[in-house]
Protein backbone atom coordinates (compact mmCIF):
# COMPACT_ATOMS: atom_id res chain seq x y z
CA UNK A 1 0.00 0.00 0.00
CA UNK A 2 3.15 2.51 0.92
CA UNK A 3 4.55 1.49 -2.31
CA UNK A 4 1.10 2.89 -4.46
CA UNK A 5 1.07 5.31 -2.54
CA UNK A 6 4.43 6.59 -3.60
CA UNK A 7 4.11 6.15 -6.99
CA UNK A 8 0.72 8.01 -6.97
CA UNK A 9 3.13 10.71 -5.85
CA UNK A 10 5.31 10.52 -8.45
CA UNK A 11 3.01 10.02 -11.47
CA UNK A 12 1.30 13.30 -9.76
CA UNK A 13 4.39 15.33 -9.39
CA UNK A 14 5.15 14.51 -13.13
CA UNK A 15 2.00 15.61 -14.29
CA UNK A 16 2.11 18.98 -11.85
CA UNK A 17 5.61 19.76 -13.72
CA UNK A 18 3.74 18.99 -17.44
CA UNK A 19 1.19 20.97 -16.86
CA UNK A 20 3.20 23.96 -15.52
CA UNK A 21 5.98 23.73 -18.59
CA UNK A 22 2.87 24.29 -20.97
CA UNK A 23 2.24 27.18 -22.94
CA UNK A 24 -1.02 28.60 -23.24
CA UNK A 25 -1.37 29.94 -27.55
CA UNK A 26 -3.11 33.06 -27.49
CA UNK A 27 -3.16 35.93 -29.98
CA UNK A 28 -1.69 39.66 -29.45
CA UNK A 29 -5.89 40.96 -30.11
CA UNK A 30 -6.96 38.47 -27.63
CA UNK A 31 -5.37 40.89 -25.00
CA UNK A 32 -4.97 44.37 -23.48
CA UNK A 33 -2.40 46.09 -21.88
CA UNK A 34 -4.28 48.16 -18.62
CA UNK A 35 -3.58 49.78 -15.31
CA UNK A 36 0.10 48.51 -15.78
CA UNK A 37 -1.35 44.63 -16.43
CA UNK A 38 -1.67 42.49 -19.49
CA UNK A 39 -5.61 41.00 -19.07
CA UNK A 40 -7.82 38.86 -21.98
CA UNK A 41 -9.88 41.47 -23.75
CA UNK A 42 -13.23 39.35 -23.41
CA UNK A 43 -13.31 39.58 -19.57
CA UNK A 44 -10.45 41.83 -18.29
CA UNK A 45 -9.03 38.92 -16.14
CA UNK A 46 -5.30 39.55 -15.57
CA UNK A 47 -3.12 37.11 -17.53
CA UNK A 48 -1.63 33.92 -15.21
CA UNK A 49 0.37 30.91 -16.43
CA UNK A 50 3.11 30.79 -19.17
CA UNK A 51 1.45 32.31 -22.06
CA UNK A 52 3.11 32.10 -25.81
CA UNK A 53 1.68 35.00 -27.36
CA UNK A 54 1.72 35.22 -31.25
CA UNK A 55 2.36 38.74 -32.74
CA UNK A 56 2.30 37.65 -36.12
CA UNK A 57 2.80 34.68 -38.15
CA UNK A 58 6.80 35.21 -37.98
CA UNK A 59 6.78 35.70 -33.89
CA UNK A 60 5.81 34.27 -30.67
CA UNK A 61 6.65 35.89 -27.51
CA UNK A 62 6.51 33.10 -24.59
CA UNK A 63 6.17 34.94 -21.35
CA UNK A 64 5.17 33.76 -17.79
CA UNK A 65 2.25 36.52 -16.04
CA UNK A 66 1.52 36.43 -12.16
CA UNK A 67 -1.67 38.51 -11.86
CA UNK A 68 -1.09 39.99 -14.97
CA UNK A 69 2.28 41.65 -14.65
CA UNK A 70 5.56 39.69 -16.12
CA UNK A 71 7.16 37.21 -13.84
CA UNK A 72 9.71 34.85 -15.01
CA UNK A 73 11.52 34.08 -18.23
CA UNK A 74 10.90 36.07 -22.00
CA UNK A 75 11.64 34.89 -25.66
CA UNK A 76 11.22 36.07 -28.49
CA UNK A 77 10.99 33.70 -31.30
CA UNK A 78 10.81 34.51 -34.76
CA UNK A 79 11.00 32.40 -37.87
CA UNK A 80 10.97 29.39 -35.75
CA UNK A 81 14.26 30.81 -34.17
CA UNK A 82 15.23 32.14 -30.98
CA UNK A 83 15.73 35.70 -31.22
CA UNK A 84 16.05 36.92 -27.71
CA UNK A 85 15.56 36.13 -24.24
CA UNK A 86 15.36 37.44 -20.18
CA UNK A 87 14.01 37.32 -17.11
CA UNK A 88 11.35 39.95 -15.98
CA UNK A 89 10.65 40.48 -11.86
CA UNK A 90 7.51 42.50 -11.16
CA UNK A 91 7.23 43.51 -15.46
CA UNK A 92 10.89 44.82 -14.71
CA UNK A 93 13.80 43.06 -16.75
CA UNK A 94 15.94 41.58 -14.60
CA UNK A 95 19.67 39.83 -15.05
CA UNK A 96 21.22 39.28 -18.33
CA UNK A 97 19.44 39.19 -21.74
CA UNK A 98 20.76 37.58 -24.55
CA UNK A 99 19.95 38.68 -28.36
CA UNK A 100 20.81 36.50 -30.97
CA UNK A 101 21.63 36.30 -34.62
CA UNK A 102 19.71 33.78 -37.23
CA UNK A 103 22.24 31.23 -37.03
CA UNK A 104 22.19 31.02 -33.68
CA UNK A 105 24.97 33.16 -32.34
CA UNK A 106 25.26 35.65 -29.48
CA UNK A 107 24.79 39.21 -31.03
CA UNK A 108 24.33 41.19 -27.82
CA UNK A 109 24.60 40.84 -24.07
CA UNK A 110 22.76 43.37 -21.71
CA UNK A 111 22.53 43.73 -17.96
CA UNK A 112 19.41 44.57 -16.51
CA UNK A 113 18.70 45.66 -12.21
CA UNK A 114 15.22 46.94 -11.73
CA UNK A 115 14.17 47.53 -15.00
CA UNK A 116 17.49 49.84 -15.57
CA UNK A 117 19.99 49.15 -18.42
CA UNK A 118 23.27 48.89 -16.19
CA UNK A 119 27.10 48.07 -16.31
CA UNK A 120 28.70 46.60 -19.53
CA UNK A 121 26.60 46.25 -22.66
CA UNK A 122 28.81 43.71 -25.51
CA UNK A 123 27.84 43.74 -29.35
CA UNK A 124 29.70 40.77 -31.01
CA UNK A 125 30.42 40.38 -34.74
CA UNK A 126 31.34 36.64 -35.85
CA UNK A 127 31.72 35.56 -32.25
CA UNK A 128 34.16 38.77 -31.98
CA UNK A 129 33.70 41.75 -29.50
CA UNK A 130 33.01 44.52 -31.88
CA UNK A 131 31.69 46.91 -29.31
CA UNK A 132 31.72 47.51 -25.54
CA UNK A 133 29.02 50.05 -23.82
CA UNK A 134 28.71 51.31 -20.02
CA UNK A 135 25.28 52.19 -19.13
CA UNK A 136 23.85 53.36 -16.28
CA UNK A 137 20.34 54.18 -15.33
CA UNK A 138 19.60 53.27 -18.99
CA UNK A 139 21.70 55.87 -20.07
CA UNK A 140 25.11 55.44 -21.96
CA UNK A 141 28.08 56.71 -19.00
CA UNK A 142 31.43 56.29 -19.82
CA UNK A 143 33.13 54.81 -22.16
CA UNK A 144 31.98 53.06 -25.45
CA UNK A 145 34.85 50.85 -27.13
CA UNK A 146 34.66 49.45 -30.62
CA UNK A 147 36.87 47.15 -32.01
CA UNK A 148 38.51 46.74 -36.07
CA UNK A 149 36.25 43.90 -38.32
CA UNK A 150 39.66 43.09 -39.41
CA UNK A 151 41.64 42.52 -36.58
CA UNK A 152 39.56 41.65 -33.18
CA UNK A 153 42.11 42.47 -30.77
CA UNK A 154 43.01 46.37 -32.39
CA UNK A 155 40.96 49.35 -30.47
CA UNK A 156 39.06 51.63 -33.67
CA UNK A 157 37.52 54.15 -31.93
CA UNK A 158 36.77 54.99 -28.24
CA UNK A 159 33.98 57.56 -27.16
CA UNK A 160 33.47 59.11 -23.81
CA UNK A 161 29.29 59.66 -23.23
CA UNK A 162 27.82 61.52 -20.17
CA UNK A 163 23.77 60.62 -20.23
CA UNK A 164 24.12 59.47 -23.89
CA UNK A 165 25.78 63.21 -25.08
CA UNK A 166 29.24 62.12 -26.79
CA UNK A 167 31.77 64.22 -25.14
CA UNK A 168 35.04 62.82 -26.09
CA UNK A 169 35.59 60.64 -29.57
CA UNK A 170 39.34 58.98 -30.49
CA UNK A 171 39.74 57.21 -33.72
CA UNK A 172 42.61 54.90 -33.87
CA UNK A 173 44.10 53.78 -37.14
CA UNK A 174 47.49 51.75 -37.08
CA UNK A 175 49.47 51.48 -40.51
CA UNK A 176 52.07 48.96 -40.33
CA UNK A 177 53.62 50.10 -43.72
CA UNK A 178 54.33 53.50 -42.38
CA UNK A 179 54.99 52.33 -38.78
CA UNK A 180 52.47 54.96 -37.62
CA UNK A 181 49.50 54.73 -35.23
CA UNK A 182 47.07 57.54 -35.98
CA UNK A 183 44.55 59.01 -33.53
CA UNK A 184 42.01 61.29 -33.79
CA UNK A 185 40.72 62.75 -30.30
CA UNK A 186 37.12 65.08 -30.53
CA UNK A 187 35.42 67.10 -28.07
CA UNK A 188 32.05 68.03 -28.30
CA UNK A 189 30.14 70.98 -26.79
CA UNK A 190 26.34 71.26 -24.94
CA UNK A 191 24.87 71.39 -28.15
CA UNK A 192 26.16 67.73 -29.54
CA UNK A 193 29.18 70.20 -31.85
CA UNK A 194 32.34 69.43 -32.72
CA UNK A 195 34.45 71.91 -31.17
CA UNK A 196 38.35 70.58 -30.30
CA UNK A 197 40.42 67.98 -32.77
CA UNK A 198 43.39 66.99 -31.83
CA UNK A 199 45.26 64.66 -34.73
CA UNK A 200 48.23 62.50 -33.24
CA UNK A 201 51.18 60.10 -35.08
CA UNK A 202 52.42 58.25 -32.38
CA UNK A 203 51.45 59.72 -29.41
CA UNK A 204 52.82 62.82 -30.82
CA UNK A 205 50.09 65.79 -31.09
CA UNK A 206 50.47 66.69 -34.93
CA UNK A 207 47.54 68.69 -35.54
CA UNK A 208 44.74 70.80 -33.59
CA UNK A 209 41.41 72.22 -34.86
CA UNK A 210 39.37 74.63 -33.07
CA UNK A 211 35.80 75.42 -34.19
CA UNK A 212 34.04 78.47 -33.15
CA UNK A 213 30.40 78.72 -34.07
CA UNK A 214 28.50 82.24 -34.69
CA UNK A 215 31.43 84.45 -35.87
CA UNK A 216 31.13 87.62 -37.13
CA UNK A 217 34.07 88.03 -39.44
CA UNK A 218 35.07 91.86 -40.71
CA UNK A 219 35.51 92.06 -44.38
CA UNK A 220 33.65 92.28 -47.46
CA UNK A 221 30.87 89.68 -45.99
CA UNK A 222 30.45 91.08 -42.85
CA UNK A 223 28.64 87.52 -42.30
CA UNK A 224 28.14 85.32 -39.35
CA UNK A 225 29.82 82.16 -40.00
CA UNK A 226 31.79 79.09 -38.27
CA UNK A 227 35.70 79.64 -38.01
CA UNK A 228 37.96 76.82 -37.82
CA UNK A 229 42.01 77.58 -36.63
CA UNK A 230 44.13 75.10 -37.73
CA UNK A 231 47.37 74.35 -34.97
CA UNK A 232 50.43 72.89 -36.98
CA UNK A 233 53.89 73.27 -34.46
CA UNK A 234 53.76 77.31 -33.74
CA UNK A 235 52.14 78.21 -37.03
CA UNK A 236 48.28 79.13 -36.82
CA UNK A 237 46.49 79.16 -39.59
CA UNK A 238 42.29 80.60 -39.76
CA UNK A 239 39.62 78.50 -41.82
CA UNK A 240 36.28 80.18 -42.23
CA UNK A 241 33.18 78.47 -43.69
CA UNK A 242 31.20 80.26 -45.97
CA UNK A 243 27.33 80.00 -44.53
CA UNK A 244 25.28 77.34 -45.38
CA UNK A 245 21.83 76.80 -45.91
CA UNK A 246 21.52 74.60 -42.57
CA UNK A 247 22.86 73.32 -40.08
CA UNK A 248 23.47 69.60 -41.48
CA UNK A 249 24.96 71.61 -44.70
CA UNK A 250 27.52 73.13 -42.40
CA UNK A 251 28.23 69.87 -40.35
CA UNK A 252 29.00 68.25 -43.63
CA UNK A 253 31.45 70.99 -44.70
CA UNK A 254 32.93 70.97 -41.52
CA UNK A 255 33.79 66.93 -41.46
CA UNK A 256 34.70 67.13 -45.36
CA UNK A 257 37.78 69.01 -43.79
CA UNK A 258 38.68 67.90 -40.58
CA UNK A 259 38.08 63.62 -41.73
CA UNK A 260 41.39 64.52 -43.79
CA UNK A 261 44.43 63.14 -41.16
CA UNK A 262 47.66 64.53 -41.57
CA UNK A 263 51.15 63.44 -42.63
CA UNK A 264 54.58 65.21 -43.58
CA UNK A 265 55.83 64.28 -46.98
CA UNK A 266 58.87 66.64 -48.71
CA UNK A 267 58.94 67.73 -52.13
CA UNK A 268 62.14 69.78 -53.25
CA UNK A 269 60.75 71.86 -54.97
CA UNK A 270 57.25 72.66 -53.32
CA UNK A 271 57.12 72.29 -49.54
CA UNK A 272 53.95 70.71 -48.34
CA UNK A 273 52.03 68.91 -46.39
CA UNK A 274 50.22 66.29 -47.27
CA UNK A 275 46.88 65.72 -46.30
CA UNK A 276 45.62 62.01 -46.28
CA UNK A 277 42.30 60.59 -47.02
CA UNK A 278 39.19 59.70 -45.00
CA UNK A 279 39.35 56.23 -45.85
CA UNK A 280 42.87 55.56 -44.43
CA UNK A 281 44.00 52.72 -46.28
CA UNK A 282 45.28 54.38 -49.46
CA UNK A 283 47.93 56.97 -48.14
CA UNK A 284 48.97 59.21 -51.21
CA UNK A 285 45.86 59.02 -53.49
CA UNK A 286 42.40 61.94 -52.59
CA UNK A 287 44.44 64.28 -51.42
CA UNK A 288 44.58 67.82 -50.02
CA UNK A 289 47.99 69.38 -50.52
CA UNK A 290 48.14 72.45 -48.28
CA UNK A 291 50.77 74.91 -50.64
CA UNK A 292 53.46 76.93 -48.76
CA UNK A 293 55.29 79.28 -50.69
CA UNK A 294 57.79 81.41 -48.80
CA UNK A 295 56.12 79.74 -45.61
CA UNK A 296 53.27 81.05 -46.39
CA UNK A 297 49.44 79.46 -46.03
CA UNK A 298 47.88 80.44 -49.35
CA UNK A 299 45.38 77.96 -50.92
CA UNK A 300 44.04 74.26 -50.07
CA UNK A 301 43.88 72.26 -53.07
CA UNK A 302 41.65 69.14 -53.95
CA UNK A 303 43.64 66.73 -55.51
CA UNK A 304 41.39 64.67 -56.96
CA UNK A 305 41.53 64.34 -60.92
CA UNK A 306 42.10 68.32 -60.61
CA UNK A 307 43.31 71.20 -59.43
CA UNK A 308 39.66 72.17 -57.47
CA UNK A 309 39.64 74.27 -54.37
CA UNK A 310 37.46 72.14 -51.77
CA UNK A 311 33.43 74.26 -52.24
CA UNK A 312 32.63 76.26 -49.36
CA UNK A 313 35.69 77.43 -47.47
CA UNK A 314 38.52 80.32 -47.85
CA UNK A 315 41.37 80.52 -45.62
CA UNK A 316 43.01 83.82 -44.27
CA UNK A 317 46.93 83.34 -42.77
CA UNK A 318 47.27 85.27 -39.24
CA UNK A 319 51.10 84.48 -39.29
CA UNK A 320 51.80 87.33 -41.96
Same mark, same amino acid.
Given at each position: ?? #???????????? %???????? &????????????????????????? #?????????????????????????? /?????? @???????? !????????? &?? =? !??????????? $????????????D???? %??? @???? *???????? &???????????? +? @??K?F?????????????? $???????????? /?????????????????? +??????????V????? =?????? @??????????????????????????????? +? #?????? *???????? +??V????? %????????????????????? *??????????? &? =? !???? %?R
Amino acid at each position: MK #NLTLLFLFLTSI %NICVAQEK &WIDIELDATVYTNGKTCLKKNGAPL #NGRYAIKFNRYQTNFEVFIDGLKNGE /FKVVRN @KKLAEKGF !YRNNLREGE &WL =Y !YNEDGTISRRS $IYENGSQEGIETDYYNG %NVE @KTST *YSKNHRNG &WQLSYSYAEPDE +L @KEKAFYENDRKITNIQYRK $IDSLNFIISDSL /FYDDKKRLILKKSFVNDT +LLTQFKISYNVVIKDA =YQIETT @KIEVYEGDKRSIAYLLPERDESATEMRIMEL +L #NYEFAY *YTDVKKPR +LLVRGPDR %NTFYTTTFYRLYPGDILQSVI *YDKGGDDTLPG &W =Y !YRDV %NR
